[in-house]
């Protein structure tokens, strides 16, 4: 008989996790404590953006195969296994991972489980947190409960959300006892049948996997920006030298775009968490350097600020920037920690009059920043502009040509924040363009 899942967190991780798992074949409830995205997804509506996935949903909705609920009975005995895709943001005072929606949702389980589950931790956690789970779930399961526990951390980028799943590039399972191994080997079979590999480890290995790809990723866009400060000030082409340093197999070309930094929902926090956990473990100078890759991070939107000055000629006050692009990144509607909507901020802040236009990420830039004005296509956002931003490479953005923008601008000024632009044929069109890493006369200090 077919596995019975279950999928706790129905947001950008869950929801794909649970459409995908019945695109396997396996019968599948989401969780969700907030009523209004069960009540969507119920309907087969998916309430973000995610390519390929509203297919998906409403296929399996429509099938009978993937279902919603609010209410942890429907699922607690019903499942063999429960995976738990909560959040686990930055918590408010900075300092770490907020673990508490993955308590609850282990709470929730082990208070109701009578029989025989598995319970597949997703989410990342700071190292730790499984181990801690499993004391809570050997002190709170009922006397005729027999709860297995295992952390299979999740590496699916957003845009590509639904093939990650489908055809992870490699699956990690931390476990303890046979059980969890031989359920998630059902669970994956298709991907393992294509020779994808499996690691199967300890609590911590899996758990401490996670945060180092996510660490490694990031420093590796902040290591490419800190050489973009460089040719900024010295010269040079930071694409030359991201393609010239690519062509060496044991560096390797991707997560080497300069431009204005990282951001989204994961890579920002979970390097602060992991600092904040091995400061916790008295070891903060192993990890130092990730303070600095936050920094350099930052440091790419204040330049934009201050670059934008200077174009205008320290005219900020007033001019009309357009700001094409509002996500983290493109193919996605997130705008969590995105440098883009951060950059149109602090513009608004110094006193542009900026107008933002995002192929999807409107209306979550809006809910955050209602204050900030928002255009519903191109041409509104460009109308009368004295600087054009391209902040996010969404496929329309990286298709501009000159003359799209020539008539309809009141001067021809651009910064392309993520190097996407053919310069060349911007100067020719009598454009004043600045790239990243791109070298500029020095700009003043902060605004
Ligand atoms: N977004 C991504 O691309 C990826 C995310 N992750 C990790 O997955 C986790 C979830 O991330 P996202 O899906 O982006 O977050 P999200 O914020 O989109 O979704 C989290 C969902 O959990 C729900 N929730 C909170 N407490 C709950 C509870 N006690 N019971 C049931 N539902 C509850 C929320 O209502 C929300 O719908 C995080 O740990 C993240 O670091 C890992 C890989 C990729
Ligand atoms: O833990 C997570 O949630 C996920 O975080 C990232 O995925 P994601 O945040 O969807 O997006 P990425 O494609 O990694 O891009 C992250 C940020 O880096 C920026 N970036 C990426 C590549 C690059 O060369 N330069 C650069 O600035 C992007 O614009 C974006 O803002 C990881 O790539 C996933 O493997 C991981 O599962």
Known sequence: MSLKISVIGTGYLGATHAACMAELGFDVIGVDIDAAKVAALSRGNLPFHEPGLPELLRKHVDSGRLRFTTDYAEIADWADIHFIGVGTPQRADGHGADLRFVDSAVHELTSRIRGSALIVGKSTVPVGTARRLRGIIDTEAHSEANIALAWNPEFLR????????????????????GTAEALLREVYAVALAAETPLIVTDFETAELVKVAANAFLATKISFINSFAEVTETIGGDITTLADALGHDIRIGRKFLNAGVGFGGGCLPKDIRALQARVSELGLSHTMGYLAEVDEINLRRRERVVRLANSMLSDKLVGARIAVLGVTFKPDSDDVRDSPALDIAVRLFNAGADVLVYDPKGNNNAAERFPRLHYANDLPEAVAQADLVLLLTEWAEFKALVPAD??????????????????????????????????????LDGEL
């Open 158 to 177: 957003e845009g590509f959300a639904v093939a990650d799943t489908m055809r992870p590039d490699r699956l990690v399972i931390g476990a303890e006892g």
């Open 405 to 442: 923008l020539e008539d309809v601008v009141a001067e021809r000024r651009i910064i392309d924040g993520r190097n996407v632009l053919a310069r060349g044929q911007w100067e020719d069109a009598g454009w004043e363009i600045v790239g990243m890493g791109q070298h500029h006369p020095p």
